[in-house]
């Protein structure tokens, strides 16, 4: 085990260069929505076992407006966006219907709010609104307008709304820069969904829609365009993924058409691979020179990918490890914990766990009783993966070759947005309360055994 943490360590130690400027270890900290290494994994966490709304609670704070970001968390700060509400109803006009049978449109003005929390006690530290407006389309009935999750680098918060702007903060909350990258027009007006990168001084975001699409490189201390170069894509809600490659960056997103890896440096495709289908969610995973990729929408799909010397299209080729056309999933991200990938099928509690390498089902699917839609993504922690479903409950599994469910924990609340681990910490951010979960007990907290 220590010598495979330490190649994933290696592996994205550079695409966290500019958090080690701050003095901490980014390692011990939640600074993007999929955690320290970019797979789902707190190496360091330690998070509790069992908890309800009376045990392990260590506090609950009410979050005014609905966000499905996830917190990112640096020191004694917790980060995370909201989006609140304004005034009374507004009808809805043909410029803002949504434009399938289960979306919403926006009947309000919405103000789009940053807010840091002590971490210790969950009171609000600062609050900042970046901005006042009606969204321009309606969004998926389950969204939120506030759904991409900020990221931080212990020097930096930066947050995406999306079509309103991405926002460079300081970590005390000045509004450092702001930057306009026009209205995305996505496919059935489902809303927004993609998480910004940074690595380095680097921020890029994927812009996938039924428009113009692009990805784009910024700077992070002035919101300044470094590169953008244009993407044939329709809409996706994946995040990219910023791995280092031979000792160079690349940027990874997955998407319907290609998954293609650019050069950080100079936006230059690197490599692009066909195999995925449309709507593409899930955000890669990377360890040990192997990305994953999947969805699961018009057909279903996985693509296990060397990223050493692949170069143009390598579709079909010798640099695709492993594929499987069954059980992957749509909403929620895989989890990469040592050397196994575990996912679930589409956004249903049916669990799959592979050996990275191979491709190897170790077991499943298999029915995860109880837990119901699942949108949040897996998140791995002292030898456990959890898995939070809208309806409240969390499933903890044992990490391993096969399926033993350690508890169920229910709260009073829905959560679409992917856990958070810090240390002896879990956040579970749900559609009224950000809690944050720690175990009071030694007896509930089972440690991995050491390999």
Same mark, same amino acid.
């Given at each position: ?53 009376? %045990? ?72 900042? %609104? *970046? ?7 309606? *969004? ?46 996505? %496919? ?31 700077? %992070? ?231």
């Amino acid at each position: 085990m220590i010598r495979f943490l330490l190649g994933i360590t290696i592996f994205f130690l550079s695409a966290t260069s500019s958090v080690a400027q701050s003095g901490l270890d980014p390692l011990d900290h939640w600074g993007q929505w999929r955690g320290p290494l970019g797979t789902g994994v707190a190496p360091r966490g330690d998070p509790p076992l069992r908890w309800n709304e009376t %045990k392990n609670v260590r506090w609950k704070v009410p979050i005014a407006g609905v966000g499905h970001a996830t917190p990112v968390i640096w020191g004694d700060r917790v980060f995370l966006t909201t989006a609140r509400p304004l005034g009374d109803a507004i009808a809805v006009t043909h410029s803002h219907r949504p434009g399938a049978h289960d979306n919403v449109g926006p009947t309000h003005k919405i103000e789009f709010i940053v807010l840091a929390l002590d971490r210790g006690n969950g009171a609000t530290v600062w609050e900042r %609104k *970046m901005l006042t407006d009606r969204p321009h389309e309606g *969004m998926h009935e389950t969204g939120s307008w506030a759904p991409a999750s900020p990221v931080t680098d212990g020097e930096h918060v930066i947050a995406s709304f999306g079509s309103r702007g991405l926002y460079g903060l300081s970590m005390t909350g000045e509004l450092m820069w702001q930057v306009d990258l026009g209205d995305m027009h996505t %496919k059935h007006g489902h809303g927004e969904g993609s998480s910004p990168a940074l690595y380095g001084d680097t921020i890029v975001l994927n812009w996938d829609h039924e428009d113009d699409s692009f990805l784009a490189a910024l700077d %992070k201390r002035s919101g300044a365009t470094k590169w953008r170069v244009d993407r044939n894509e329709p809409t996706s809600w994946s995040s990219p993924l910023i791995v280092e490659v031979d000792g160079e960056p690349q940027v990874i997103v997955s998407a319907t058409n290609r998954v293609r890896g650019y050069d950080l440096e100079s936006g230059k495709v690197i490599w692009e691979c066909g195999g995925l289908s449309g709507n593409v969610v899930a955000t890669p995973v990377a360890a040990n020179g192997v990305v994953y990729v999947a969805n699961s929408y018009d057909t279903q799909a996985m693509l296990a990918i060397r990223l050493a010397g692949s170069r143009g299209d390598i579709t079909g080729t010798d640099a695709v490890v492993w594929t499987r056309s069954r059980h992957t999933p749509y909403v929620p991200s895989p989890v990469l914990y040592d050397s196994v990938l575990c996912f679930l099928r589409h956004y249903q509690g049916h669990l799959t766990c592979v050996d990275a390498r191979s491709g190897e089902v170790l077991f499943g699917p298999q029915r995860l009783g109880g837990i119901g839609n699942v949108y949040a993504s897996l998140a791995g922690a002292a030898g456990r993966i959890y898995i939070v479903d809208r309806n409240g409950l969390t499933a903890v599994v044992k990490q391993g070759p096969r399926l033993e469910v350690l508890s169920m924990n229910r709260l009073d609340d829905s959560f679409s947005a992917s856990p958070a681990i810090v240390g002896s910490d879990l956040f579970l951010r749900g559609e009224r309360f950000l809690y944050c979960l720690r175990a009071e007990l030694e007896s509930d907290t089972i440690r991995k055994t050491p390999k």
